[in-house]
């Protein structure tokens, strides 16, 4: 008789195996960093699996793991602007830190390169919408912003990424409206 840890254990391993490169590919897009990219699989993989019940299917797993990836780097986003508002508070001069050369080296990679450019929210925005395939509604609802505020963030990010990358291909939802001349 399979107990509710041998199911949680068969689900984690299949989830695991056969989608682990599709969510660390994921969280390598929200993140741009592959080392922070790994630790949010591995956060959000813990945090579902602790809660997870018993019977859940790959898919269902594979969606709150999703989720949990998504607001583990919101949090990460929120605690690290909280943090440089109050960082020049502890400054001590000639306490700067000797950057990682490693950073600095180009992925080779045109999309990161790009994505890079973008804002952490635009980042965010732009990789729900176009990656994942999210509407905008749906978006806004899983970033916890109003719509507006997504549409936003969508329409800066886009813009900067048809600057390094050219036009995004039409998606068929976009409408052209002209401005009539004032009379």
Known sequence: ??????VDDDTLGVLARERGRALFGYAYLLTGDRGTAEDLVQDALVRTFSRLRAGTDVAHAEAYVRAAILHLHLDALRRRGRWTAVRHLLHVPGDEAVRDPAAAVATGSAVHDALATLAPQERVAVVLRHVEDLTVPDVAAQMGLAV??????????SAKLAQRLGPLPDDGEHVVVHAREAR
Not at 148 to 157: A, D, I, P
């Open 148 to 157: 507006g505020t997504v549409k936003r963030y969508l329409s800066t990010g």
């Open 1 to 6: 008789m399979p107990t509710h840890e041998d």
